[in-house]
């Protein structure tokens, strides 16, 4: 499959997404914030970073570039979308997943190798891995605390939309220990901590993260 | 404004800040921002509406902020 990796003024972790596009069997196609364009991908990862300097709110201004407009239009489509760290807190600003991102509650930036739970294995980007998986990725944010209206809190525990959660500490004040979740259909996933950093021995904590690269193949040929 | 019900650390941390240069009996501190958005000519209701929609879809995030629209001249 085509993955496109969008790269925003301010993108960080866009060369390590497109990197574990390719090692997950995947061709990567660089997207630029300002294509009006998908190049035909079949699928969309938004990187880490700080996009347009996090100024106003995390990924505010990211949600208007033109890039965003075809994405929306494509997640709503169907088209499996992955957003990590900064491309979760861009999913929310555009409204495509439920929630928010806030500052940590300790108010502190927050680097360390994260034990999650996989809690649902049915999407796209997460079918490769066991319902129930612990994995251990590295997590690294300074507003990566998950919130949402008690109401909406209750509706995507309930209708499983809990992607992935923190186990053994909550890191940054997520309610409910929220690592990640998906919109209701299940295509369009945001994720806190980064599989893209978890792919090779050589440089990372671990494979753990791979799963997120591999499961699109899997999807494409089930 | 962040929503009564959304932790708001900045505030926090504020609050914090406070009672160690000798200022007391504050019980809560959220932070917010302010914009000052000047306009051409006279405001209208149109105007005003505008005004609201930017602040709706650009200067706040509605799932965990509200905002008010004020006029000075």
């Known amino acids: 499959m085509k993955v496109g990796v969008v790269t925003f003024p301010g993108s960080l972790d866009d060369v390590d997404a497109q990197r574990a596009v390719r090692i997950g069997g995947n061709e990567a196609v660089a997207l630029w914030h300002g294509d009006a364009d998908l190049k035909g991908v079949d699928a969309v990862i938004l ?29 709503h489509a ?19 997943l439920p929630g928010a ?3 940590n509650d300790h108010r502190k930036f927050v680097c360390r190798d994260q034990l999650l739970r996989i ?20 997590l ?9 209206d008690a109401e909406t809190l209750a509706r995507i525990e309930g209708e499983g939309q809990v992607v992935a959660r923190y186990l053994e500490l909550n890191p940054n004040g997520s309610l409910d220990d929220i690592a990640g979740v998906s919109n209701e259909r299940g295509n369009v996933v945001g994720l806190m901590p980064h599989p893209e950093h978890a792919v090779e021995e050589l440089t990372g904590s671990g494979l753990d993260g791979l799963g997120f690269f591999t499961s699109l193949v899997e999807t494409a040929f089930a | 404004m962040p929503k009564p019900e959304i932790l708001d650390p900045q505030g926090k941390a504020v609050q914090g800040a406070l009672p160690r240069l000798g200022f007391t009996g504050v019980t809560d501190v959220r932070q917010g921002k302010r914009f000052e958005i000047e306009l ?22 509605p799932v965990i902020e509200n905002y008010t629209v004020s006029v000075e001249q």
Not at chain 1, 58 to 71: E, K, N, T
Not at chain 2, 42 to 60: F, G, I, N
């Open chain 2, 40 to 61: 051409e000519g006279e405001v209208t209701d149109a105007l005003l509406a505008e005004v609201e929609k930017m602040a709706e879809t650009l200067l706040s995030n």
């Open chain 1, 140 to 148: 690294k944010n300074g507003e990566g605390g998950f919130v949402a």
């Open chain 1, 47 to 75: 990187p880490g970073g700080f996009s347009y300097g996090d100024y106003l709110r995390c990924g505010a201004i990211s949600r208007f570039s033109p890039v965003m407009d075809r994405v929306v239009e494509a997640a």
């Open chain 1, 78 to 96: 169907g088209m499996p979308v992955l957003g990590i760290c900064n491309g979760f807190q861009i999913l929310c600003e555009s409204h495509l």
């Open chain 1, 101 to 103: 991102l806030i500052r």
């Open chain 1, 119 to 138: 809690e649902n294995n049915r999407t796209p980007w997460t079918s490769a891995y066991d319902h129930g998986q612990e994995i251990r990725i590295v």
